[in-house]
């Protein structure tokens, strides 16, 4: 596989001397290959972070208007999250799973039967009176789901780059998964009181710890050090340094360590907070997807993305109203958590180019291959 894309690499230098020249001098310490593009992937997969300073200002700007009181300063900037961002990736979703026939074919059960079981099964839990746990079930399984689309972004800009050092796959591994669990513990440990969502809503946590932070925090500060010397060492010893991955690295790491270490927010915006990125992330990823796999399709991309902004005002406003009454309108989103629920589920399946060479080949082929340890964009 290797040795097919260096020979693509290769017939492309040949065809232009000069390229190759300037080609040549970009890699002698530097790796730079992108998922789509320079600019796509700055904004999309990168440089979307700064969304998260977006919400944090909507927040004290709502603050300024007296809505704090009332809380309507967090209910504004939750409605702008959850009606732009949030419900319209989770729409998106669906070009995937039913509008892709090979994909809805091959699941076909799960698409169908399996997501009404998710809808069924989220109705019957709050008319048990769970809909409490509900929230906390799907506040950490939402956590757990943006550390894993994380990791396949990681994974991915390391396959590109051709970044398979056995050493560096260990660094990289260890610096994500301990900073961004300890991030993760720093949000979920030492929870002593119920949690208020929004008003009288409130949700009890587990107990966890707060050693459980420090552990963590100090292996990560390790990675952190060892990381930064093994850069040292690669360019020291003329090894391209993989330039996308380290980006890709200080705006995932420096987000979630902003939202859970360095601001002390309630409930919902928290959750707007940490979850903006990784909405304009798949956002960025479901249209490359759409565009390669529909091409035959005019405008499929703004075609998609209209629906789905459509559908996340609609269900945005109903979990608005819903959170602001308790009343029918809780029992009208109940279906649309559990449209969430099932997206966190499955997107752990659809992604996974290990199992799909030619969804890998599809989406990556332009700059290489992803390794074949490479499972998911979320797995």
């Not at 300073?53 to 959850?82: K, W």
């Not at 809808?119 to 789901?145: D, N, P, Q, R, Y």
């Not at 669990?181 to 119920?194: E, H, L, N, T, V």
């Not at 789905?308 to 109203?321: L, R």
Request: net charge positive; with cysteine; glycine share 6%.
């Amino acid at each position: 596989m290797e040795a097919t894309i260096q020979n693509k690499v290769e017939k492309e230098q040949n065809k232009n001397p000069k390229e190759k020249k300037n080609l040549s001098k970009t890699n002698k310490h530097f790796s730079i290959n992108w998922i789509v593009s320079r600019r796509y992937d700055g904004f999309f997969f990168i440089g979307s972070c700064v969304f998260t300073l977006l919400f944090l200002g909507i927040f004290m700007y709502a603050e300024t208007l007296d809505l704090a009181p009332q809380g309507d300063s967090i209910i504004l900037t939750y409605f702008v999250f959850t009606a732009i961002f949030d419900h319209p990736h989770i729409f998106q979703t669906f070009s995937r799973t039913h509008a892709d026939k090979e994909e809805f074919e091959e699941r076909k059960y799960m698409h169908t039967w399996g997501l009404a079981a998710f809808i069924v099964a989220g109705l019957i839990v709050t008319g048990m009176g769970f809909e409490k746990e509900l929230i906390v079930f799907a506040a950490f399984f939402g956590s757990w789901h943006i550390i894993r689309q994380h990791s396949g972004f990681l994974k991915a800009y390391k396959g590109i780059n051709q970044d398979f050092d056995k050493i560096d796959d260990y660094l990289d591994t260890g610096l994500f998964y301990s900073g961004m669990f300890a991030c993760f513990f720093r949000d979920y440990s030492d929870i002593k009181s119920p949690v208020v969502v929004y008003k009288e809503l409130t949700a009890n946590f587990p107990y966890l710890p707060p050693q459980i932070t420090e552990i963590i925090w100090s292996i990560f500060l390790f990675f952190l050090v060892t990381f930064s010397l093994r850069q040292v060492w690669r360019f020291y010893k003329r090894k391209p340094i993989n330039i996308p991955k380290i980006l890709f690295l200080v705006a995932a790491l420096s987000t979630h360590y902003f939202v859970f270490f360095l601001t002390a927010l309630p409930f919902l915006v928290a959750e707007s907070l940490e979850t903006v990125y990784h909405n304009i992330q798949y956002q960025g990823f479901v249209m490359h997807y759409q565009r390669k796999r529909f091409s035959h399709i005019k405008n499929v991309v703004l075609k998609w993305f209209g629906v789905a902004m459509i559908y996340g005002f609609v269900v945005g406003t109903i979990e608005i109203i819903g959170l602001m009454t308790n009343g029918w309108a809780k029992w009208l989103f109940v279906p649309f958590t559990m449209v969430v629920i099932y997206h966190y589920y499955i997107d752990g399946l659809i992604w996974k180019f290990g199992k799909n060479p030619e969804l890998r080949k599809l989406l990556f082929d332009k700059t290489a291959v992803v390794s074949s340890d490479s499972e998911s964009i979320d797995s």
